[in-house]
């Protein structure tokens, strides 16, 4: 569920170019991959409340670091977004990197996020 949200909000950047876990081959860049790393329903003492919370990061991969750390930010700003369908609890930016075998930039968030509980 995190991660149809994480997808819908994140849809229209890095011109559509947005995959859970691993970008088909021969992409065009810049493009944006994201996983769910873990997290817990929501429970109450009647039992689940519909809610989810979660882990997740997002990776930024261009062919430069400029343009990877841009896509990134446009990232942040985007989660960071009220909507109806997830809070931000916390994000946090992780260590860039160079991939030597891809020859593209990677600039990572690791996002702290909660579900709206349905009404």
């Excluded at 930039?105 to 579900?115: D, G, K, L, N, P």
Aim: proline residues 5%; contains cysteine; negative net charge.
């Amino acid at each position: 569920m995190i991660e149809t949200m994480i997808q819908n909000r994140l849809r229209l950047l890095a011109g559509g170019r947005v995959y859970g876990g691993v970008a088909p081959d021969a992409v065009q860049r810049p493009y944006i991959t994201h996983f769910h790393m873990g997290g817990e329903l929501g429970v109450t003492f009647c039992g689940p409340d519909g809610s989810d919370e979660g882990s997740v990061q997002i990776d930024c991969w261009a062919a430069s670091r400029g343009e990877a750390t841009t896509v990134a930010w446009q990232v942040f700003h985007a989660l960071k977004t009220p909507g109806t369908d997830f809070a931000v609890d916390s994000i946090r930016r992780l260590p860039s990197a160079y991939e030597q075998d891809t020859k593209l930039h990677r600039a990572s968030w690791e996002v702290a996020i909660t579900t709206t509980t349905p009404d």
